[in-house]
Nanobody, 119 residues
Framework: QVQVVESGGGLVQAGGSLRLSCAAS????????MGWYRQAPGKQRELVAV???????NYADSVKGRFTISRDNAKGTVYLQMNRLKPEDTAVYYC?????????????WGQGTQVTVSS
């Protein structure tokens, strides 16, 4: 079984920082794109940031300059460093990876981790 598991969410005051992690496990040959998404109550899930296997990154306009995505290929892990957090960043954050595994090509989602930013 191939899965991804997020960690690092929590409650923080506006202006504070959090670091999210997401680790893949299972029989994995290669991980292509790794991404972070978020879903606020009553809203659709949206892309926050993505990083390719080559290290190229792309961010939602709302988080540019505040969030940084990075990856550790040896650990099969993607990170999201979130600085200068705002109340509007409050959401459940999900990890998604494009994985070539012993079970074929998979695109698993994590269970999500709650980020709450108080004003």
């Amino acid at each position: 079984q191939v899965q991804v598991v997020e960690s690092g969410g929590g409650l923080v005051q506006a202006g504070g920082s959090l670091r999210l992690s997401c680790a893949a496990s299972g029989i994995i040959f290669r991980i292509n794109d790794m991404g972070w998404y978020r879903q606020a109550p009553g809203k659709q899930r949206e892309l926050v940031a993505v990083i390719t296997s080559g290290g190229s990154t792309n961010y939602a306009d709302s988080v540019k300059g505040r969030f940084t995505i990075s990856r550790d290929n040896a650990k099969g892990t993607v990170y999201l460093q979130m600085n200068r957090l705002k109340p509007e960043d409050t959401a459940v954050y999900y990890c998604n990876m494009e994985i070539s595994s012993g079970l074929g090509f998979l695109n698993p989602w994590g269970q999500g981790t709650q980020v709450t930013v108080s004003s």
